[in-house]
């Protein structure tokens, strides 16, 4: 089914240990985005991507990377993860032309001890 | 400094009656509107939205309306139904340029429809 792939679902870290979600679609969508949902403050954007090669920060971009190598993939790499990354976490993509609503993947829930 | 709010957490309605989702932004660069539907356990669902050039905009029981001097939006939902029991989501955007891929969202009211 054509949409947003998101995985782990589900993934506990260590405090500082490292990892990447994995973010996929296959609706060749040119602009993707990372959120992040936590209790009374809605979604809050991350980082995003308008292509292929091109990122830039959200709101709360501190503790991640990104990166947009192909269309279809935008991984969301933590690198030393802190008990404050502890949230859902949403990848979601939209096309470029027109004005339509962005598509989202099911989510990650990360918790971090 | 929160540019998109919902001050409602939350609203219950009775099953058949109109149900009414309030939001406001500051951000005067916002021209492009939208609401969002989730459920527990999975991402947001796209549901209506709106652009600046309009004030009101239809899509079956869902109607969303703009009123751009005060800022404010509001989705309307007739009749009601207990599956629309959900949070719902504001969001805006600055829909020039590269700006579109930026999505601000409210903090979401949950909606609750009694049979």
């Known amino acids: 089914n054509a949409g947003v792939t998101q995985t782990p679902k589900f993934q506990v870290l260590k405090t500082g240990q490292s990892m990447t979600l994995q973010c996929a679609q296959d609706?060749?969508?040119?602009?993707m985005s990372w959120y992040r949902q936590d209790p009374g403050m809605g979604l809050r954007l991350i980082h995003y991507?308008?292509?292929?090669?091109?990122?830039d920060q959200g709101e709360v971009p501190n503790g991640y990377n990104v990166s947009r190598s192909t269309t279809e993939d935008f991984p969301l790499r933590l690198l030393s993860a802190a008990p404050s990354q502890t949230s859902v976490y949403f990848c979601?993509?939209?096309?470029?032309?027109?004005?339509?609503?962005?598509?989202f993947g099911s989510g990650t829930r990360l918790t971090v001890v | 400094d929160q540019q998109v709010k919902q001050n409602s957490p939350s609203l219950s309605v009775q099953e058949g009656r109109i149900s009414i989702l309030n939001c406001d932004y500051t951000n005067s660069m916002f021209d492009y509107f939208l609401w969002y539907k989730k459920y527990p356990a999975e991402g947001p669902t796209f549901l209506i939205s709106i652009s600046s050039i309009k004030d009101k905009n239809e899509d079956g029981r869902f109607t969303v309306f703009l009123n751009k001097s005060a800022k404010h939006l509001s989705l309307h939902i007739v009749p009601s139904q207990p599956g629309d029991s959900a949070v719902y989501f504001c969001?805006?955007?600055?829909?020039?340029?590269?700006?579109?891929?930026?999505?601000?969202f409210g903090q979401g009211t949950i909606l609750t429809v009694h049979p």
């Open positions: 979601a993509s939209t096309p470029a032309t027109g004005l339509r609503g962005y598509t």
């Open positions: 969001a805006a955007a600055d829909a020039g340029g590269t700006s579109y891929g930026k999505l601000t």
């Open positions: 609706m060749n969508h040119e602009y």
């Open positions: 991507s308008v292509g292929a090669g091109i990122t």
